[in-house]
């Protein structure tokens, strides 16, 4: 499916089956938030990002209105898949709402811009997905595109 963002006029391409992977995922942590991080590739042009796959953290707190990961243990994963996949990088985050709306707290907001202020972390656009969810099934999603402190999104 093609996700669009009208204010910075980009688009996300995530394929059906890789969607439901990470719904998958998430609803089985139910009634407990679920997340990882968003692997992908922009086009020459840079106005299509395609994901292409996540990497679950090792070490994360979820609650019913929490998810918080760590990089803990996962260095290796990163390394392995770009030793993989030399032209694809980390673009940014997803994570669930369960029972909640696919709008951002105020803590996701401040978790992005931790990411952006992150030293070793090179990105200035980094990619946030909510996906809201119920006990067996996705209610709705939503793409964000970070930039300069608000997330703008993708419809
Ligand atoms: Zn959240």
Redesign the pocket.
């Known amino acids: 499916m093609i996700l669009k963002n009208t204010d910075k006029n980009v688009e996300i391409l995530i394929s059906n089956e890789l969607f439901k992977k990470l719904s998958t995922y998430g609803i089985n942590e139910f009634p407990n938030?679920f997340g990882g991080f968003l692997i992908g590739y922009y086009s020459n042009d840079f106005k299509t990002l395609t994901i292409s796959d996540t990497i679950l953290p090792k070490v994360y707190t979820g609650t019913p209105c929490l998810?918080q990961r760590s990089i803990k243990g996962i260095q290796k994963s990163f390394k392995e898949f770009y030793e993989r996949k030399p032209n694809q990088y980390y673009v940014g985050e997803w994570?669930t709402?369960p029972n909640g709306s696919t709008q951002?707290?105020s803590?996701?907001l401040q978790a992005m811009t931790n990411i952006v202020n992150c030293e070793t972390v090179r990105i200035t656009n980094p990619i946030l997905l909510?996906i809201s969810t119920n006990k067996t099934d996705v209610n709705n999603f939503r793409f964000y595109l970070y930039e300069n402190g608000e997330l703008l999104p993708f419809m």
């Open positions: 938030e998810f994570h709402h951002y707290s803590t996701d909510i």
